[in-house]
């Protein structure tokens, strides 16, 4: 039975959808202002991994993400390049989308941008200022926090007497300073508005999400997932105007993955301190490693980031492909041992129950090592057998369909394959035909296979 800790009730609980098999999940995406960094990346992989395993238990799973491409920082960075906001938020979400796929994460069932929801958003504003949640001031319509009895529940943020009444209009401020926040800011100059019933303007940062995760998953539904800096103020003013809106609870599971850290501090852009994807792939580092890194530290503790701990993980997917590589080509007589079938059946226990128990990922991890010596060992001494090596490559397969740390399989290139494209390459620049020698060359060079020319012809070697 999975277990997850839920930031409303404050304790580990037993895990079960509303409805029967289906799960519905609302993640809050990235603000598509600039690249991701790799701390939002430890958040999205989480969320990639959670997702997984809910597949692996045999759920169906409904998984809606947002993306903001409106707001403070979007608007200030296409203002600072000249360029319409939809035209940068597209080619972030873009860059987005493809640092996922670099990071062998799925993506999730539906990815809804918050400018396309402006409609859901003004109704959702009705509701709440049919229900006297809301109030207008100066052109701008904001959320009366003292109106709603169960204000601070999910963060504990606390409404003193003379800050409730007081009101914020930018979208991130100080944590445990509960403000009345905005809901539709009035139109500014240098700002794109719509024009609605509230008049000419933009949404506030938090009705996008409240507005996007009923829409496609109802008013009430099963998990709510974002990193810890979100619960308070963005989530707990999602709640506020999800349930103030329809008196139902609006999530059941609210579920925050803890921070990315460098030299003990949050990595963050706003402080300057971050690694984007591209900065270390720039620097030799395979996105494979990255995740590794990434999801092998359970997602309620913090995780130190540095760059001799990514080498170290580096050298560790090697590893796990090398052994894979061993394992598929291992030639074994037929039948099994009653000593490593059990020893599989173990760990993929040992796997299942580290998952359940919070998505504990580094406990999974042990599993696969503990199980990875002993086949290493049984290949080594030959003993290993046929039956125990195809449940073992199905259990290896199993842990990759959720944490996805293997990789892509590749067979090694074989010799006369290799032979026959140093000929054609040798034909290819005889005609002056270089993007297809270059071509050859660049081929060889991902398959491991360094290439030397001779004044007699062309050497290779494996790298
Ligand atoms: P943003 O693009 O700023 O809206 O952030 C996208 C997601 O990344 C949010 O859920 C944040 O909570 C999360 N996040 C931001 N910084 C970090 C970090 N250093 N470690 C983990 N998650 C983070
Ligand atoms: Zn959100």
Redesign the pocket.
């Known amino acids: 039975m999975l277990k997850l800790f839920n930031t409303l009730t404050h304790r580990q609980e037993e895990f079960s959808p509303q409805e029967n098999n289906l799960v519905k999940m609302y993640s809050?995406?990235?603000?598509v202002y600039d690249f991701?960094h790799i701390?939002?990346f430890?958040?999205f992989l989480f969320i990639d991994v959670f997702s997984r395993y809910l597949k692996y238990k045999g759920y169906k799973l409904l998984n809606v993400m947002n993306i903001?491409d409106i707001d403070d920082k979007t608007i200030k960075r296409s203002n600072e390049r000249g360029i319409a906001l939809n035209e940068h938020t597209k080619e972030f979400t873009a860059k987005f989308l493809e640092d996922l796929d670099l990071l062998g994460a799925e993506h999730p069932s539906k990815i809804v941008a918050a400018t396309d929801h402006i409609n859901e958003m003004i109704d959702l504003i009705k509701a709440l200022d049919k229900n006297g949640l809301t109030y207008i001031n100066e052109g701008s319509v904001y959320y009366r926090i003292s109106a709603f009895n169960d204000y601070g529940k999910l963060s504990g943020a606390k409404i003193s007497g003379n800050i409730s009444g007081k009101r914020v209009n930018v979208d991130e401020y100080d944590k445990e300073d509960a403000r009345d926040f905005v809901l539709w800011k009035a139109a500014k100059e240098g700002e794109p508005f719509w024009d609605t019933a509230y008049g000419a303007g933009r949404p506030g940062w938090h009705i996008e999400c409240s507005a996007m995760a009923m829409k496609y998953l109802g008013e009430s539904f099963d998990i709510h997932c974002?990193?810890?800096?979100?619960v308070f103020p963005h989530h707990e003013n999602e709640l506020a105007q999800s349930e103030g809106a329809t008196g139902k609870q609006f999530v059941k599971y609210w579920i925050h993955?803890?921070?990315?850290?460098i030299d003990g501090q949050?990595?963050?852009k706003r402080e300057n301190r971050f690694f984007t994807l591209r900065d270390l792939t720039k620097q030799g580092f395979s996105p494979l490693a990255i995740r590794y890194s990434l999801v092998s530290v359970p997602y309620r503790k913090q995780l130190n980031f540095t760059l001799d701990g990514l080498r170290g993980d580096e050298t560790r997917v090697k590893k796990l492909q090398d052994f894979r590589r061993r394992l598929y080509k291992s030639k074994c007589e037929s039948g099994s041992s009653a000593q490593i079938s059990y020893s599989i059946k173990k760990a993929k226990e040992a796997f299942e129950e580290a998952m359940d128990d919070d998505l504990n990922t580094s406990s999974a991890l042990a599993a696969v090592s503990i199980l990875e010596s002993e086949i290493n060992k049984a290949i080594s001494s030959e003993s290993l057998l046929e039956d125990d090596k195809k449940a073992a490559l199905d259990f290896f397969g199993k842990v990759d369909l959720v944490l996805g740390i293997f990789g892509e399989y590749k067979e090694e290139i074989l010799d006369t394959e290799i032979q026959n494209l140093i000929e054609e390459r040798l034909i290819a620049r005889k005609n002056k035909n270089f993007a297809r020698s270059d071509e050859i060359r660049k081929y060889l060079a991902e398959q491991g296979i360094i290439l030397q020319d001779t004044k007699d012809g062309t050497d290779w070697r494996r790298a």
């Open positions: 809050c995406g990235p603000t991701a701390g939002n430890r958040y903001t974002g990193g810890v800096d979100l993955c803890e921070h990315l850290m949050k990595m963050s």
